[in-house]
T-cell receptor, first 110, second 110 residues
Framework: QKEVEQNSGPLSVPEGAIASLNCTYS??????FFWYRQYSGKSPELIMF????GDKEDGRFTAQLNKASQYVSLLIRDSQPSDSATYLC??????????FGSGTQLTVLP | GAVVSQHPSWVICKSGTSVKIECRSL??????MFWYRQFPKQSLMLMAT?????????EQGVEKDKFLINHASLTLSTLTVTSAHPEDSSFYIC??????FGPGTRLTVT
């Protein structure tokens, strides 16, 4: 049984700060890792994916993967109130099926 | 970019009736689509994998006779909730690949 764990939060950061979101996974054979943002009442939208150990940057977002520690994180720089949402970590299994974490609720305070 | 639509966006039905939810890929073809369910304050749980031209694959604990999935074409998958009960009230989301999620269908069974 694959497990994906996230700190449910809520996590509050002031506007302009860096928000750090963390995720651990149980299946050491997992290869692909995804971060989604979900606004209340909406479906998830993909922010980033990462396959290789290390960092991957896309604008204000940086995903970090450490397969040895089975750990993946998402950093949001210069956080904005519009970033307030629930962030879901997901791990890709066989046949492209995703296992989602429970999500971390982020609030960016103006 | 690729778009996945769902219809209806919300539906209210009486206990014991059946409800059909459509998921369409609007500008691409998808041999596989995924159906998720999300209860309030919880994460997405994969229900089943819909395969064009073949039977759907259901996750453990999901009743295949209650949640009927038909992938009639490369652009359409349907989920029918049969004999719906109040505990089936949830947010149902389909996706194609990891990045294309439908907007979701909110089902309320009274």
């Amino acid at each position: 049984q694959k497990e994906v764990e996230q700190n449910s939060g809520p996590l509050s950061v002031p506007e302009g700060a860096i928000a750090s979101l963390n995720c651990t996974y149980s299946d050491r054979g997992s290869q692909s890792f995804f971060w989604y943002r979900q606004y209340s009442g909406k479906s998830p939208e993909l922010i980033m994916f990462i396959y290789s150990n290390g960092d991957k940057e896309d604008g204000r977002f940086t995903a970090q993967l450490n397969k040895a520690s089975q750990y993946v994180s998402l950093l949001i720089r210069d956080s904005q109130p519009s970033d307030s949402a629930t962030y879901l970590c997901a791990v890709d299994g066989s046949a492209r099926q995703l296992t989602f974490g429970s999500g971390t609720q982020l609030t960016v305070l103006p | 970019g690729a778009v996945v639509s769902q219809h209806p966006s919300w539906v209210i039905c009486k206990s014991g009736t059946s409800v059909k939810i459509e998921c369409r890929s609007l500008d691409f073809q998808a041999t596989t689509m995924f159906w998720y369910r999300q209860f309030p304050k919880q994460s997405l749980m994969l229900m089943a994998t819909s395969n064009e031209g073949s039977k759907a694959t259901y996750e453990q604990g999901v009743e295949k006779d209650k949640f009927l999935i038909n992938h009639a074409s490369l652009t359409l998958s349907t989920l029918t909730v049969t004999s719906a009960h109040p505990e089936d009230s949830s947010f149902y989301i389909c996706s194609a690949y990891e990045q294309y999620f439908g907007p979701g269908t909110r089902l309320t069974v009274t």
